[in-house]
């Protein structure tokens, strides 16, 4: 007997989408959502135990099998699997930009902007976004596959606004370098590889359910979305069919994910392994199963992408448990600083281990998170860092990077030009080890401050980043309120890892009594003190306060009775409550479309009960 959904009346007005090869398509992969619902339960199973028993996350057993595969650990050690061969399309991935295709409350034309920025930007690829930075509120999910659909059909009102926003880009770029970016836009439309990201498995989808009311999973609906309606037309084009998967923590949600593309591509009559897919390694637990991830995936696979804030914020939630696990300012944990450069180093391994059939996969350089808007001199700095940080990537062995704005593909792409090779398949690196020293190395802290200005800093941006989510803008432009108003401190693009970082480093500092590293001025906290809840509801108050008083350019103003105090309610709880919770997300996910203050607090306090008292995620959509 099937799963039988349910669709909310938002969804009438997309027929275009929800054409009956999709529904048949969903009605399929249904019943994949009870292993997801397993699945996710699990992890939150194991998390208490390492919570309650002071566990770190450890390797799996050589000797067993990947759970959901017949394949051995030591195999998939050893590259003893069937993998992917590279498609033409993915061979030269020198710089993948990162955005959603619409924004929130946009009209069609308007939202088809974005795709049309993205793909005249030149980047060799853009991953469309589904997940952390596409905003939830009202129907953006489903503007953000209709976007896609009418671009990747060549529909004429994204040909029109192509031609618009290709004037405007090169007179943007004119003013930059002194020259135009775009020669022939139609030719140009046809340059960037078009990939997607689906929505993690731990969220449900807003908009279908299991009939009953219970969650039905966003990865499901994201991915049948995109596949089903787009797949015909990318393939006649010669485009390759390929997806992002975000925070997969083990081999065994690999497997499931396996399963889902598998099911679909058996559905579709597509061959296997048509479908592919780069895993972002965004949890401590997926590094101690890096190649346990590929091999799980098999003919799916081709890349790893090292995202910076996701993968912080999942080593502090793993040792949430451990007084001596403390972080240091944010600004302070580059790619470089302790256990992020024992991760990159894994993800350079386990790329550069050949399969059976001596076949490497991909390594995507991380967010550059740096626009370039501001003064002169602050540009200038910011866009040497950016170069910089694109360099040392390069140097390492990544294949290309991330960036997280259009304006930056053409200042950060020069450095894989320069270095002229399609790629770095293959680089000889040794495999990885799995030894005691090596998960060690995974939880390594070097020093560095820890002061009242990173915590200021740290509570600015989460507050903000909080506010501009609740708006529907789930990727936003930030910096702390100490810096409005000084151009030469840029603005930087920031998604909702930003935020999920930001208050576990908080929650960390409090709970830990994490002690300052120097002396304070203005709050008169001194050096060697610990970080107290009076000092944290002090830092609250007046950065709240700074907020507030901001101009509509940086705080609009019509979210300062609304949005942000909400923001506010949520930064307040989940720091203070004695029980880390995982996910800044669901906060406010409970809150989308909610503008009341007393609802929202009435929502946090029953989702807090409930994930203290027996780890229970309230994860559906409360609105439908």
């Known amino acids: 007997m099937g799963i039988e959904l349910e669709f909310r009346a938002t969804t009438r007005q997309y027929a275009d989408l929800f054409t009956w090869e999709v529904l048949a398509a969903l009605e399929a992969l249904a019943p994949l959502n009870a292993d997801r619902r397993e699945l996710m339960a699990a992890r939150i199973a194991r998390r208490r135990g390492r919570i309650e028993n002071h566990e770190r996350i450890g390797f799996l057993p050589a000797t067993s099998l990947i759970p959901r595969t017949s394949i051995r650990v030591e195999d998939a050690r050893d590259g003893r699997f069937e993998g992917a061969e590279i498609p033409h399309d993915l061979r030269r991935q020198w710089i993948q930009g990162t955005g959603p295709a619409t924004k929130p409350r946009a009209s069609v034309k308007s939202g088809l902007r974005n795709v049309a920025y993205a793909l005249l930007s030149g980047a060799d690829g853009w991953m ?74 731990h969220l449900d989808d807003r908009h279908v359910r299991e009939a009953g009311g219970a969650g039905f999973s966003a990865s499901i609906v994201d991915l049948v979305l995109y596949v089903a309606t787009n797949h015909e037309r990318l393939r006649a084009e010669g485009s390759s069919v390929v997806l992002y998967l975000p925070k997969i923590q083990t081999a065994e949600e690999a497997a499931l994910w396996n399963d889902l593309l598998a099911a679909l591509e058996g559905h579709l009559g597509l061959a296997a392994g048509t479908i592919k897919a780069y895993v972002l390694v ?179 941006v989460a507050l903000q980043y909080g506010n501009a989510f609740g708006r529907g803008f789930q990727a936003a432009a930030l910096k702390p309120a100490d810096f409005f108003g000084d151009d030469d401190v840029l603005y930087l693009m920031e998604d909702m890892a930003t935020g999920e970082i930001r208050l576990s480093i908080l929650w960390e500092w409090l709970h830990k009594g994490a002690r300052l590293t120097e002396d304070d001025a203005q709050t008169g906290a001194k050096r060697g003190a610990p970080f107290t809840l009076a000092l944290f509801q002090r830092l609250l108050e007046e950065e709240y306060a700074k907020l507030q008083r901001a101009d509509n350019r940086d705080v609009h103003d019509d979210s300062k009775g609304t949005t942000l105090p909400i923001a506010r309610a949520i930064v307040q709880a989940y720091v203070t409550d004695p029980v880390k919770t995982p996910w800044m997300v669901d906060l406010l996910n409970l809150n989308l479309d909610n503008h009341d203050l007393a609802v929202a607090r009435e929502r946090i306090a029953r989702y807090l009960e409930a994930f203290g008292r027996d780890g229970t995620r309230l994860t559906e959509n409360l609105d439908f």
């Open 128 to 201: 469309f976004d589904g997940e952390d930075a596409l905003g939830q509120v009202e129907t953006m999910a489903l503007d953000n596959q209709r976007n896609l659909k009418l671009a990747i059909a060549k529909d004429p009102l994204f040909l029109e606004v192509a031609e618009e926003v290709a004037v405007e880009m090169n007179a943007w770029a004119q003013g930059f370098f002194g020259r135009p970016i775009i020669a022939n836009g139609r030719e140009q439309l046809g340059f960037t590889t078009k990939l997607f990201r689906c929505r993690g498995l």
């Open 282 to 460: 965004e949890q401590i637990e997926a590094c101690f199963q890096l190649m346990e991830i590929r091999a799980a995936l098999g003919q799916h696979f081709v890349g790893f992408n090292t995202g910076r804030w996701d993968y912080i914020n999942s080593v502090s939630d793993a040792l949430s448990w451990d007084p001596e696990f403390v972080n240091p300012n944010i600004d302070a944990i580059a790619m470089t600083y302790g256990y992020m450069r024992t991760y990159e180093d894994r993800v350079r391994r386990a790329v550069n281990t050949p399969d059976r059939n001596g076949r490497f996969a991909l390594w995507q350089g991380g967010m550059e998170t740096n626009i370039p808007v501001g003064t002169p001199e602050g540009v200038a700095a910011g866009m040497r860092r950016a170069v910089a940080g694109a360099e040392r990537e390069q140097r390492e062995g990544a294949s290309g990077k991330w960036v997280a704005h259009w304006k930056m593909v053409h200042i950060v792409r020069p450095v894989w030009e320069k270095a002229g090779e399609e790629n770095q398949l293959g680089r000889p690196f040794p495999p990885p080890t799995y030894t005691e020293q090596d998960a060690a190395g995974l939880a390594l802290l070097d020093p560095a401050p820890r002061t009242v200005r990173g915590a200021r800093d740290l509570l600015s």
